[in-house]
Structure formats: structure tokens, C-alpha cells
């Protein structure tokens, strides 16, 4: 099993690009629908009350470069065309993916006398043991990340699954803490379902 | 298509983002000078053409207004606009399929299981219904919670269907009410004579 696994960050102001681009698809949606009834030929006047696209136009064809020209005018504009740029230029640098390794030794302890680690696979080993420890489990295959421990399960009896899945998250946990390792949530996912046990008896 | 819709917003919102600020700081840097000359608006308005845009989407506009036959392009381009901002809508506000059928998810970690081996739990657990002679079962998650269990199973021929879909119901809720599944049974008689 290929134990590394890539994660990505995102920011939680990734949620001001989503904002925008919503705003953005529902323009599209409002502006396309009303392009399509001007095709149909509906009244110019009835499509520019609900939606006022005429008067946009308008509005935007007598401007001359005298209404922008005058010094506050300029100096407005270049504000909000800066702020603009910072703003929007901060949100584009977040939206960057920054995908990550999750998989890496755990630092016990950073001293003068050295530092001690402990390697992923250890913590995996451990986690697959303490599942194993279970009677209905047959197999089992952890996979240590920074945020969490996930073990994949596979087992031999289906009465009682959830009780079983939750049986190995405490072992799991319990072991964890008794081998003074920081506790982290531990993922349990039911992965296989041994089916050389399949006949049970009531 | 929803993993497609999703990378679709990702690049859309990054790309409305840059194309903002670039404007912005444009729009900035030619805010300097005055008139028509140099880094000013005026200048700006010439280098982009804006006259020559202003009457291409007049004429347009009057083309689209004007009493005629309907403008098959325009209205193309308007339903292609629609479908485009619906697919970002899809991608935004619809969540992926989830792969796995959760259990429970608090601080401690999430219980979930894979959908074949619920499946085959499923399957163990309805042929040890009296009556039962085979099953299949598939396991399709939901997008939020939960997911559907489909179940077809095989009975004998002496069974009774009302009694027998009612004990498989029963012995499927050991799976159904833990991972919140709604399951769905269909029990056939066996077709083979001997086996």
C-alpha cells in the first residue's frame, strides 16, 4: 500500500474567489437568458426594465474623457484601482494550490543531547496492532499523516460492524496513549470484508 | 462532470482574480497623467479602442432589438452563456460524491467503510436470512450523509415474499441504521431448478 499521500492547503480566503465567481455564473445565467429573449425578438423595452442593460450602455457611451479627467476624479480612481490590485492580487496568490507531503517522523523531543524521533511506520505498526487485537478484524494497515492516523480494516465477522469499527478506534487510540505518543484523531475505514468466514452461524 | 465543474471554478475564479487586479493596477498607473497623452485615461481609452468596442456593441445591440427574424447567433451564444454559468454553479455549489459511507466523524476521527465490503457484509448478512438462497447488494453513498443499499436476493420457491423481504429488512438494519443507509429490497423467486 503506498503509504505517502498528498494533501492540499487551502485558504479560508479561497472563499471570496468562490463568492466571486458565483456572482460571476449568475450574471452569465441573467445576461445570457436575457440575450436569448432579444433573440426571440421580446420587446427591447421590457428586457431593459428587468434587466437594464440599455440604460448600462447608455450610461457608458456618454462618458467622455472630460467626467474622469478632473484631478479628485483621478485620484478616486487610482485608489480603488490600487486597493483593487492588492486586494484581488492577494486573493489570485491564495488560490495558488499548495499541495503537500503528509508523511513525516514525529518529533518527540529536540534537545541538547540530541533529538528523538519516531518514524511513521512505527506509529502505523503500532496502530495495525492494537486493531489486530480485535477478534473480528483479520487484517489491518495504518497510515500515519500530520493531521491523523488512518487505519484501513478488513474483517472476518459483519454482526456487530459499527461496534467493531468503533472497538478498533479506541484500541487504537488507547495504545497511542499508553505508549505516551500525542493522541490524534484515528480515522478506522472499513476496507475489506474477509470473505473466507463468510458462513455464519446464529 | 463534477470533478470537471470543480476544476473549472478553481481556474475561472483564479483568472477573474488576476484579470481584476491587472486592471486595477492599469487602470492605477494610467490614472498619472491627464488628457490623451502619456499614462492617462485618455491614453488608456486609445490603446484598448474603446470607441471601436462602443460601436461594434451598439451595432450589436441595435442588430438584437431590431424587428426581424430571430438572431440564431446571438441566441446561441446567449444559451451558451447559460450552460456555462450552470456548470459553474454546479461546480460551486454542488458537493463531490463522497467514496466512502461514513459512520461517524467527530474529533476523535471518522468510522467509514468502503463500498464493496459493505456490500459484501450486506450480502452474508441477508443469505443468512431462512428462505434466502443468494444476494447481491450495491452500496451507492449520498452526496451529504448516508447512502442507498440495493439489495437483490434470490428465495425459494416454498418461501413466503412478505415474510422473507421482512426478515431481510430486519436483519439488514445491523448495517442501515449505524451507517444511516436506506436500503432496497427486491426478493425473486429462484429461477434454477436444481443447484
Not at chain 1, 494550490?97 to 514525529?106: E, Q, S, Y
Not at chain 1, 472476518?156 to 496513549?177: E, F, G, K, P
Not at chain 2, 462602443?54 to 446561441?76: M, N, P, Y
Request: net charge positive.
Amino acid at each position: 500500500m503506498p503509504r505517502q499521500r498528498i494533501r492540499q492547503r487551502n485558504s479560508p480566503l479561497v472563499f471570496f474567489g468562490r463568492l466571486l465567481t458565483f456572482l460571476f455564473a449568475v450574471a452569465l445565467i441573467w445576461y445570457g437568458v436575457m440575450v436569448v429573449l432579444g433573440a426571440l425578438k421580446v420587446a427591447p423595452s421590457t428586457l431593459n426594465s428587468i434587466s437594464g442593460y440599455r440604460t448600462a450602455y447608455n450610461y457608458l457611451e456618454g462618458l467622455t474623457l472630460h467626467d474622469v479627467d478632473g484631478g479628485t476624479t483621478r485620484a478616486i480612481i487610482a485608489g480603488a484601482g490600487c486597493l483593487a490590485f492588492l486586494v484581488f492580487g492577494y486573493l489570485a496568490f491564495k488560490e495558488i494550490p499548495r499541495p503537500h507531503l503528509t508523511r513525516h517522523d514525529l518529533e518527540l523531543a529536540d534537545g541538547e543531547r540530541g533529538d528523538v524521533t519516531v518514524e511513521p511506520r512505527a506509529i502505523e505498526r503500532l496502530a495495525e496492532t492494537a486493531a489486530q487485537q480485535d477478534p473480528a478484524i483479520s487484517n489491518a494497515s495504518g497510515r500515519y499523516s500530520q493531521d491523523d492516523l488512518t487505519v484501513n480494516v478488513t474483517v472476518r465477522r459483519v454482526r456487530n460492524l459499527a461496534a467493531t469499527l468503533r472497538d478498533a478506534q479506541q484500541r487504537v487510540t488507547d495504545s497511542l496513549q499508553q505508549h505516551e505518543l500525542p493522541t490524534l484523531p484515528v480515522n478506522v475505514t472499513l476496507a475489506g470484508y474477509d470473505r473466507t468466514h463468510r458462513r455464519e452461524l446464529n | 462532470m463534477i470533478l470537471l465543474a470543480r476544476a473549472l471554478v478553481r481556474l475561472v475564479s483564479f483568472l477573474l482574480l488576476v484579470i481584476l487586479a491587472v486592471a486595477g493596477i492599469v487602470v492605477a498607473v494610467f490614472c498619472i497623467g491627464t488628457g490623451t497623452s502619456g499614462p492617462s485615461l485618455g491614453k488608456l481609452a486609445s490603446i484598448l479602442h474603446l470607441a471601436s468596442v462602443r460601436d461594434t456593441v451598439g451595432h450589436w445591440l441595435g442588430q438584437l432589438e431590431s424587428s426581424g427574424s430571430v438572431a440564431v447567433l446571438a441566441g446561441l451564444c446567449g444559451l451558451g452563456a447559460i450552460l456555462f454559468g450552470l456548470l459553474l454553479l454546479t461546480g460551486l455549489l454542488v458537493p463531490r460524491r463522497e467514496r466512502l459511507v461514513t459512520l461517524a466523524s467527530d474529533g476523535d476521527g471518522t468510522l467509514a467503510a468502503r463500498r464493496r465490503p459493505l456490500g459484501q457484509a450486506a450480502e452474508t448478512l441477508v443469505e443468512q436470512v431462512r428462505g434466502i438462497t443468494q444476494a447481491r447488494a450495491r452500496v451507492r453513498p449520498r452526496r451529504r450523509a448516508g447512502g442507498r443499499l440495493r439489495v437483490r436476493a434470490s428465495r425459494t420457491r416454498t418461501a413466503d415474499p412478505t415474510q422473507v423481504s421482512a426478515a431481510v429488512n430486519e436483519q439488514l438494519r445491523e448495517l442501515t441504521d449505524p451507517f444511516t443507509l436506506t436500503a432496497r429490497v427486491e426478493v425473486a423467486r429462484e429461477s434454477a431448478r436444481v443447484k
